[in-house]
């Protein structure tokens, strides 16, 4: 499979209560195409809050050694707006398969957040799929993505 990213590096995943069934079928579907992943939990759908798992998925994706972040909660609101705390990140809240590609090609999105109570299960591997593949395009998009970190 092609990818913008560095595919030999493990990708992160991580999720709250909410989003833990879709989480667990995501990682089925990236067994499947044999690749390398860390799961940061949550491990059951007891009641959890979100920033303790945004927050480790967003470190380990900023500090360059995954390939990139899956987050998933009820809205995807809660963990996108936790990982975009981090300088680095670019996480972009997805909702469909064209959105998945659109915040690769414009946003350069280095985590996709999913909202576990609003799409399938089969959308939300579609999504991935196509994030995972597709190219940022630069050009005017670079200039914008680099004005995106405070400084
Ligand atoms: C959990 O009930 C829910 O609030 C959480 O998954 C998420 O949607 C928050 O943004």
Redesign the pocket.
Known sequence: MHSPFDLRKPIAIGS????YEYKEDLISFLEGKGLAFKDFGTHSKD?VD?PDFAHPVASAVESGEYAFGILL???????A?TANKHQGIRAALCWGEEIAKVVRQHNDANIICI???FVREGDAEKMVALFMTTEFEGGRHAARVNKIACA
Not at 16 to 19: E, K, L, V, Y
Not at 73 to 79: M, R, Y
């Open positions: 709250d209560h909410a989003g009641s979100y909660c009820g809205t995807a609101n809660g963990v707006i909202p576990a109570r």
